[in-house]
Protein backbone atom coordinates (compact mmCIF):
# COMPACT_ATOMS: atom_id res chain seq x y z
CA UNK A 1 0.00 0.00 0.00
CA UNK A 2 1.40 3.29 -0.87
CA UNK A 3 1.36 6.09 1.18
CA UNK A 4 2.94 9.54 1.05
CA UNK A 5 2.55 11.61 4.24
CA UNK A 6 3.29 15.13 4.06
CA UNK A 7 4.51 17.49 7.26
CA UNK A 8 6.33 20.89 8.22
CA UNK A 9 3.43 23.17 7.36
CA UNK A 10 2.48 26.01 10.01
CA UNK A 11 1.37 29.55 10.35
CA UNK A 12 4.95 32.10 9.57
CA UNK A 13 5.15 35.57 8.57
CA UNK A 14 6.13 37.30 5.02
CA UNK A 15 9.81 36.71 4.23
CA UNK A 16 10.02 33.85 6.98
CA UNK A 17 11.35 30.19 5.37
CA UNK A 18 9.65 26.58 5.43
CA UNK A 19 10.73 23.75 4.51
CA UNK A 20 7.94 21.09 3.97
CA UNK A 21 8.68 16.85 4.04
CA UNK A 22 7.08 14.51 2.37
CA UNK A 23 8.00 10.71 3.88
CA UNK A 24 6.62 7.77 1.19
CA UNK A 25 5.72 3.87 2.48
CA UNK A 26 5.16 1.54 -0.07
CA UNK A 27 7.02 3.40 -2.45
CA UNK A 28 10.37 3.03 -3.73
CA UNK A 29 11.19 7.07 -4.93
CA UNK A 30 14.26 6.22 -7.77
CA UNK A 31 11.50 4.75 -9.76
CA UNK A 32 9.15 7.49 -9.31
CA UNK A 33 8.65 11.27 -10.58
CA UNK A 34 7.80 13.26 -7.23
CA UNK A 35 6.29 16.27 -7.18
CA UNK A 36 4.91 19.09 -5.19
CA UNK A 37 1.37 20.92 -5.64
CA UNK A 38 -0.18 23.43 -3.45
CA UNK A 39 -4.15 24.53 -3.42
CA UNK A 40 -4.95 27.99 -2.15
CA UNK A 41 -8.77 27.99 -0.74
CA UNK A 42 -11.03 28.40 -3.93
CA UNK A 43 -8.54 27.99 -6.81
CA UNK A 44 -7.31 25.01 -8.84
CA UNK A 45 -4.52 22.67 -7.27
CA UNK A 46 -1.84 24.15 -9.02
CA UNK A 47 1.88 22.48 -9.85
CA UNK A 48 4.85 23.65 -7.64
CA UNK A 49 8.03 21.74 -8.40
CA UNK A 50 9.12 18.45 -9.29
CA UNK A 51 12.06 15.97 -9.42
CA UNK A 52 11.73 13.94 -12.67
CA UNK A 53 13.01 10.20 -12.34
CA UNK A 54 13.03 9.74 -16.23
CA UNK A 55 15.69 12.44 -17.17
CA UNK A 56 17.23 13.53 -13.15
CA UNK A 57 15.95 17.21 -13.66
CA UNK A 58 14.00 19.76 -11.08
CA UNK A 59 11.15 21.56 -12.35
CA UNK A 60 10.33 24.73 -10.61
CA UNK A 61 6.83 26.95 -11.44
CA UNK A 62 7.51 30.30 -12.43
CA UNK A 63 5.70 31.41 -9.76
CA UNK A 64 8.35 30.70 -7.19
CA UNK A 65 11.17 30.12 -9.23
CA UNK A 66 14.43 31.09 -7.24
CA UNK A 67 12.59 31.09 -4.01
CA UNK A 68 11.24 27.45 -3.71
CA UNK A 69 13.81 24.60 -4.23
CA UNK A 70 13.05 20.99 -4.45
CA UNK A 71 15.07 18.10 -3.25
CA UNK A 72 15.24 14.28 -2.15
CA UNK A 73 16.94 11.73 -0.11
CA UNK A 74 16.20 8.73 -1.94
CA UNK A 75 18.29 6.87 1.48
CA UNK A 76 15.21 8.49 3.61
CA UNK A 77 12.20 8.17 0.75
CA UNK A 78 11.63 11.26 1.39
CA UNK A 79 10.69 14.78 -0.67
CA UNK A 80 11.36 17.91 0.50
CA UNK A 81 10.44 21.64 -0.37
CA UNK A 82 12.46 24.23 0.82
CA UNK A 83 10.83 27.40 0.56
CA UNK A 84 11.85 31.20 1.16
CA UNK A 85 10.51 34.11 0.94
CA UNK A 86 7.17 33.42 2.10
CA UNK A 87 4.32 36.08 0.20
CA UNK A 88 1.12 35.84 1.23
CA UNK A 89 -0.05 34.16 -2.14
CA UNK A 90 1.63 31.03 -1.06
CA UNK A 91 -1.02 30.17 1.62
CA UNK A 92 -2.12 26.74 0.22
CA UNK A 93 -2.21 23.32 0.94
CA UNK A 94 0.97 21.78 0.01
CA UNK A 95 0.12 18.07 -1.56
CA UNK A 96 3.16 15.33 -2.66
CA UNK A 97 2.38 13.53 -5.15
CA UNK A 98 4.77 10.37 -6.97
CA UNK A 99 4.23 9.17 -10.71
CA UNK A 100 5.60 6.50 -12.74
CA UNK A 101 6.74 6.80 -16.51
CA UNK A 102 8.07 9.40 -18.94
CA UNK A 103 7.52 13.21 -18.07
CA UNK A 104 8.04 16.43 -20.06
CA UNK A 105 8.14 19.79 -19.26
CA UNK A 106 4.78 20.21 -19.79
CA UNK A 107 3.70 16.87 -18.52
CA UNK A 108 5.50 17.29 -15.21
CA UNK A 109 2.66 19.73 -13.88
CA UNK A 110 -0.45 17.67 -15.08
CA UNK A 111 -2.03 16.43 -11.92
CA UNK A 112 -3.19 13.42 -13.83
CA UNK A 113 -0.03 11.94 -14.32
CA UNK A 114 0.67 11.23 -10.92
CA UNK A 115 -1.04 8.62 -9.31
CA UNK A 116 -0.42 8.66 -5.79
CA UNK A 117 -1.36 11.65 -3.31
CA UNK A 118 -0.87 12.70 0.29
CA UNK A 119 -3.55 14.70 2.20
CA UNK A 120 -1.78 17.66 2.13
CA UNK A 121 -0.27 19.65 4.62
CA UNK A 122 -1.50 23.72 5.69
CA UNK A 123 0.87 26.63 5.30
CA UNK A 124 -0.57 29.71 6.29
CA UNK A 125 1.47 33.40 5.24
CA UNK A 126 0.62 36.28 7.57
CA UNK A 127 1.46 39.93 5.97
Known amino acids: QVQLKEGGGGLVQAGDSLRLSCTASGVTFTIYTTAWFRQAPGKEREFVAAFSWNDGETYIADSVKGRFTISRDDAQNTLYLEMSGLKPDDTADYFC????????????????????WGQGTQVTISS
Open 97 to 116: AAGQGIFTTVTVARKSKYAY
